[in-house]
């Protein structure tokens, strides 16, 4: 089983870009599907993206065209590239990595976009 870490949230400005990252521990993550999920606060976790161990993606509807995920199966990371940001786009980012039965989540980072 892998554990994860995530890098990469702060605070930017609206219209602004972050690239969130997360770190692999373990054997078998080319076999994982990774994503990326959000929760605002008051609000229930929401899919941002998936990656499959191929590299095939599926976006949310908000993230489309705006993010990019991306992984390196040989560093184990997941990367994602987050552009023209606006505020309701503030949440706390985790990481996740799905190998049925496993479902695995980072402790999360923050992100604020805010004037």
């Known amino acids: 089983q892998v554990q994860l870490v995530e890098s990469g949230g702060g605070w930017v400005e609206p219209g602004g870009s972050l690239r969130l990252s997360c770190v692999a521990h373990g054997n078998g993550f080319r076999l994982y599907t990774m994503g990326w999920y959000r929760q605002a606060p008051g609000k229930q976790r929401e899919l941002v993206a998936t990656?499959?161990?191929?590299?095939?993606?599926n976006y949310a509807d908000p993230a489309k065209g705006r993010f990019t995920i991306s992984r390196d199966n040989a560093k184990k990371t997941v990367n994602l590239q987050m552009n023209s940001l606006k505020p309701e786009d503030t949440a706390v980012y985790y990481c996740?990595?799905?190998?049925?039965?496993?479902?695995?989540w980072g402790q999360g980072t923050q992100v604020t976009v805010s004037s």
């Open positions: 996740n990595a799905r190998l049925s039965p496993r479902n695995v």
């Open positions: 990656i499959t161990g191929g590299g095939s993606t």
